[in-house]
């Protein structure tokens, strides 16, 4: 049959498709369960306790043990480690994709140690460079899996002259009763879940594929992640940090941002590469409408009232306007060139348009530009702030801005990491987070000494966060 249909192509695809197929007959006699299924592994270090001496330790190698025996090596990310300042700072030390399976031992390779007092370092002993660490751990299969070193420096050197680590193990801690903050990770598919009363990673929730806008249900009981690569919405249980459900999206929509109706069961998604907007019922998890809008729709908004989405048209240079009642779009407004995220405020829509380097202050009653306020540095995500203010990420010029709807220059910035994306705020301890897509971090702000005070490092090319509340 083969061999038929290939007298119907041209001899240069006919000699192309006998070249191939040998290489396509191999790969269908391989057998899908020869291929050793694999999992992800996070590892995190922080220091306990304020160090007494500034005490600091290189590492050769980390790899994990299984009860065989065999060293499965993961990539260290840092290879030299202080106390001051690992002091209240959690890094992510190593990483790996590995074989599903169990593991009893994560083993640190010490390479130097050195203890600094009074300016002068001093080298210290180590007695045994290798260090291994009991655990229980099991790799689930295409899941992300995190440990938690803890390192204790004032037990860790003897008579100031011999290093022996003390370093505790823990895995990530589900249900966590206090504030939580979720980032999406879209280099990754997973979400890094944070503690916001230590601003610690501690526990991941495996998702779809380029994981991007989330959305949280009024009760904050879910959380719902759209996977831009794999399609579909991730349905979350915040209070086990699992996923529960998982809604399936056409394919080559694209889906990009996400936004909940307020007192209903209506998901509005962004489908950049179908130039529509999907309409998602959560209770019967399926699509119920979709809506044609501009070319290269992103972000959504919402009205308090609920009676309108609004969506910035990237590639059209406009909003389209949703009937929520019909679900119909009943107006288009144009803005500036390429306008991808927006926010609404009383009776105002900002609207961030990252070519032109404008915010557009839309009269939602005329649903007329009232005027444009010049931030450079392509402006993208954008949030309503503390006292009138709204917040704007600066992607090229790695700062959040201040704007305010009546005032045309923003008179005001943060310096945050590089290519700063989502934003959240926490009103009542006035601080800020935003991720810093090309970092892997997280800023965290204080809003009344408008300076940073924490960075906190996730997965790779965090998009958006949200915080949820106990």
Not at 44 to 62: C, D, H, K
Not at 218 to 243: C, F, H, M, Q, W
């Amino acid at each position: 049959m083969f061999l038929n249909k290939l007298r119907c192509l041209s001899p240069k695809k006919g000699w192309l498709c006998l070249v191939l197929f040998p290489f396509f007959l191999a790969c269908s006699l391989v057998p899908k369960d020869t291929i050793t299924p694999k999992g992800q592994i996070l590892v995190y270090l922080q220091a306990e306790g304020p160090p007494t001496y500034e005490t600091v330790f290189s590492l050769s190698r980390i790899f994990l043990e299984d009860k065989e025996g065999k060293e499965v090596p993961l990539a260290l990310r840092s290879h030299t480690l202080s106390s001051s300042f690992l002091f209240n700072q959690q890094i992510l030390l190593a990483q790996g994709v590995v074989d599903v399976g169990s593991y009893n031992s994560i083993n640190l390779e010490i390479s130097q140690a050195k203890l600094i007092k009074d300016n002068k370092k001093l080298l210290l002993k180590i007695n045994q460079r290798l260090i291994k660490i009991p655990v229980d751990l099991f790799i689930p299969r295409d899941k992300t899996s995190s440990l938690f070193l803890r390192w204790q420096p004032s037990g860790s050197v003897q008579h100031q002259t011999l290093f022996v680590p003390v370093i505790n193990v823990t895995q990530g801690k589900v249900g966590l009763k206090k504030l939580l903050l979720y980032v999406s990770n879209a280099g990754e598919n997973y979400l890094s879940v944070i503690d916001r009363g230590t601003n610690q990673v501690i526990d991941t929730v495996t998702v779809g594929e380029s994981p991007k806008g989330m959305a949280l249900s009024e009760d904050g009981a879910y959380l719902y992640v759209v996977n831009s690569l794999s399609k579909s919405i991730s349905v979350v249980e915040t209070a086990t940090n699992r996923v529960v459900d998982e809604i399936r999206l056409p394919m080559a929509v694209e889906p990009t941002e996400i936004v909940l109706l307020p007192d209903t069961s209506y998901l509005y998604v962004s489908a950049k590469g179908s130039n529509a907007v999907l309409v998602v019922d959560v209770q019967t998890r399926r699509v119920i409408k979709t809506i044609e809008v501009g070319q290269g729709p992103v972000g959504l908004a919402v009205d308090p009232e609920r009676r309108y989405v609004y969506v910035a048209n990237s590639y059209s240079n406009s909003v389209s306007v949703i009937d929520t009642s019909t679900n119909e779009v009943v107006n288009t407004v144009g803005v500036g060139a390429e306008p991808c995220f927006l926010a609404y405020s009383n009776n105002y829509l900002l609207v961030a348009s990252g070519q032109s380097n404008t915010v557009s202050v839309i009269d939602v009653n005329t649903l007329s530009v009232r005027h444009n306020i010049f931030v450079p540095g392509r402006p993208s995500k954008i949030i309503k702030g503390l006292k009138g203010w709204f917040y704007v990420a600066g992607e090229l010029m790695d700062c959040v801005y201040f704007v305010l709807p009546n005032v045309d220059i923003s008179p005001k910035r943060l310096i945050t990491g590089r290519k700063p994306m989502g934003m959240a705020l926490d009103r009542d301890r006035k601080l800020l987070y935003v991720v810093n897509a090309q970092d892997n971090s997280v800023d965290v702000f204080d809003l009344i000494k408008e300076r940073e005070i924490q960075k906190i490092e996730v997965g790779s090319r965090p998009y958006d966060l949200i915080l949820t509340e106990d």
